[in-house]
């Protein structure tokens, strides 16, 4: 009797979490059938493409530069995420490991700012941006990521997870703070890095907001906005902009998908012997 609860419970579970899954996956696979359709049939009325074509996909391509598009994103999204790791790391590390007046303080002031939105700072970020002759650069895209709250704060808790006695054996071999954070703190904090690293990379993929401010060059456009310019151009044809919006996604999936495996937490003290 207790077994067939088991069995039903576990049923149960397992059909919630497919119609959560179904549902989260619904609006991508609209997007996908949309894609594939052919001009002859009502993107509304039939759910699977009856014959479908890859034109779609070729068109948009050919006719716009979603090449150009994909290389800026794939520049602002990698330069983002390099600067990020380097500059919350840095930030991290004395957060976590060192001892200095105002510490914790300087830690909660970090923290106070995920609670401000991004449009109060935006005006801001825009005129000092203006004002150092970053628009329409790669570099004035990149700016407000340089370091984030979120970035620093979760290095800061894989930091302090780091045993205590891998930082006093690199002091008693004479080594400096910085090459106790280079050589010990950041292999023993991979995974934290690989989070943060797929976080950050998303979040640039797919911003649109910031780049459509301090953007208005066609040739420094990211895949955001050149959909964008593709559903006005096309007069909301829905084949070519879900075509354009598989192109743009596709890169994500795949980071995803090759680097899920490394957001498995591990043990950071595994080479520690007693």
């Known amino acids: 009797m207790i077994k067939q609860t088991t069995v039903k419970q576990k049923f149960l579970l397992y059909l919630i979490l497919s119609a959560i899954a179904v549902a989260m996956l619904f609006p991508l696979l609209w997007l996908l059938s ?3 359709k052919s001009p002859t049939e009502d993107i509304f009325t039939h759910w699977l493409p009856t014959q479908p074509t890859w034109n779609n996909f070729r068109v948009v391509w050919q ?42 303080s300087i830690f909660a002031g970090v923290i106070a700012t995920i609670m401000i939105p991004f449009q109060i700072v935006m005006i801001p970020l825009y005129i000092l941006t203006v004002q150092l002759g970053l628009r329409n650069t790669y570099l004035g895209v990149i700016f407000p990521s340089l370091a984030s709250a979120f970035g620093i704060f979760l290095l800061r808790q894989a930091f302090q997870g780091v045993p205590k006695e891998l930082e006093e ?11 106790i954070w280079w050589h010990i703190m950041l292999p023993s904090i991979r995974p934290a890095l690989v989070t943060l690293a797929i976080f950050v990379f998303i979040g640039s993929w797919s911003d649109f907001l910031w780049p459509l401010i301090v953007l208005d060059r066609p040739e420094y456009y990211t895949l955001p906005l050149g ?16 075509a354009g919006s598989i192109i743009s996604i596709i890169p994500v999936i795949f980071l995803f998908v090759f680097l899920q495996r490394y957001i498995i937490p591990t043990e950071t003290g595994s080479g520690v012997k007693g």
């Open 34 to 36: 949309t894609a594939l």
């Open 63 to 104: 006719t716009y530069p979603f090449g150009q598009y994909l290389w800026n994103s794939t520049i602002i999204a990698v330069l983002t995420v390099c600067l990020n790791l380097l500059f919350c790391s840095l930030a991290a590390y004395p957060l976590a490991r060192l001892d200095f007046r105002g510490r914790d």
């Open 227 to 242: 959909v964008a310019k593709l559903a006005s151009a096309l007069d909301l044809d829905w084949r070519m902009i879900a």
């Open 169 to 179: 054996a690199a002091r008693i071999d004479a080594c400096s703070e910085l090459g």
